[in-house]
């Protein structure tokens, strides 16, 4: 096996890098750089400061089809698909720039930050996977993330049909954790999600149809 080049070897550390500033796990790293774990430890102490967490990754697909973080995953996918699909980025870039629109956007309109980036990359996962798709909304015309084996006629998004306890939880919270998987929102955070919900509608008809389904008016 040929040796990497230095300048190879070089991208691979700055890409770790800047997965392991955007909050990733050492699984992550291991699925997107090729560098020894080893190595990957030395550079997660570096940049964090710490030793990085141990323990499973997330991997309930039913955790982004509840309401909250429901929202904030099909925004953030909606997001990905526009870098990869529109402007021709790679899946590393659309990644690690697509979560940045995101954290940009909860920012802007006050929203706390539910989706960890460990999560979001494990979002994308699970859309390569065929387990989750895009479905359009019949009543905003926003796509967002449900099962693959949902049906597609007549679905509404969270944003348009919340639950009756939305809006309900006793306490704010600035960010979760990895493992946390909140699934309500205080009244302030609910206009948030209105928010998002209107970017999910002006950015419905950005995207091409591949991997989404229709509203049941298919040709």
Known sequence: MAKKSITEDAQDVMRAAILIEL???IQVLESEVNLSRDRMIRLYQEVKGVSPPKGMLPFSVDWFLT??????????????????????????????KGYKLYLEHCERHDSYIMLSFTRAWTLVRFFDAGILQLTRCCTCTGKFVTRKQDAAHGA??????????????????????????????????????????????????????????????AA
């Open 23 to 25: 909050g990733a796990r």
């Open 67 to 96: 309401w909250a973080p429901n929202i904030h995953a099909s925004l953030f996918y909606n997001i990905y698909r526009f870098l990869t699909d529109l402007a021709g980025c790679s899946h590393f870039d659309a990644l690690t």
């Open 156 to 217: 509404v998004c969270g944003s348009c049909q919340p639950p009756s306890r939305a809006g309900k939880s006793a306490k704010p919270v600035s960010r979760v954790t990895e493992d946390e998987a909140a699934a309500e929102c205080s009244p302030g955070q609910f206009d948030a999600m209105e928010e998002l919900n209107s970017t999910l509608s002006n950015c419905a008809d950005l995207e091409p149809a591949r991997h989404e389904a229709s509203c049941g008016q």
